[in-house]
């Protein structure tokens, strides 16, 4: 398997999920800020420019959403309890709700590099925004993890967002989800994952305030 990646990017979620399944895999880097993914080769991968893109089994699978069922579901790992499949399946696309505010932030406060491209009122709404999600898993955890069976890969997939989102939001008033995390964050796969991340592309700082109305 090949997993295509951008080191801080959505394609994060694929390179944890692979180390948590203990698979093997090469890793291909690749940047947001050449145009490595406008390549006609890398376009036949993923058709919108986009990564993660997962080489395996002669063909190419581009969506994170889909990555992540088709290798749990083919090693039948960390997907829950057979009660828990319609959340499990929730908690998987509700991880895209948090991405694209996530991914709008990015937009506004990195990607538009000059002042007059970015609009403070995008800014501070999608920040409030994000916000929101966030307090939907702060209300959602059941118990450590997001499901009562334990960790799955929907922790994974929502964490991410949360992680990457507290650059553009605060945590304050979250605990419980501050708390899933740290715990998170302590799991050797995850740290497997982070060393083999790359070297920092998108996000600078540690944290990017919404301009003052």
Not at 137 to 151: H, M, N, Q, T
Not at 164 to 179: A, C, E, V
Request: some cysteine; hydrophobic content about 45%; proline content about 5%.
């Amino acid at each position: 398997m090949r997993l295509h990646h951008v080191p801080q990017a959505r394609s994060f979620r694929i390179l944890w999920l692979l180390e948590e399944l203990g698979l093997e895999f090469e890793l291909a880097e690749h940047s947001f800020f050449d145009k490595s993914l406008r390549g006609p080769d890398y376009l036949l991968l993923s058709p919108a420019g986009r990564v993660p893109a997962l080489e395996t089994g002669g063909r190419a699978i581009f969506e994170s959403g889909a990555i992540t069922q088709f290798l749990c579901e083919r090693e039948g790992a960390l997907l829950g309890a057979p009660q828990e499949r319609v959340d499990w399946l929730e908690w998987l696309h509700y991880a895209e709700t948090i991405a694209a505010h996530v991914a709008n932030l990015t937009q506004q406060h990195i990607v538009l590099r000059e002042d007059w491209m970015r609009s403070p009122t995008v800014m501070r709404l999608e920040a409030a925004r994000l916000g929101k999600t966030l307090e939907v898993v702060e209300r959602g955890l059941a118990g450590d993890y997001l499901l009562p069976s334990g960790f799955s890969a929907v922790d994974i997939a929502v964490s991410y967002g949360a992680m990457i989102g507290q650059r553009f939001t605060s945590l304050d008033g979250l605990p419980r989800l501050r708390d899933w995390l740290a715990r998170l964050g302590d799991r050797a796969a995850f740290r497997r994952a982070v060393a083999r991340d790359g070297r920092a592309q998108i996000y600078m700082r540690d944290f990017y305030p919404a301009p003052e109305a």
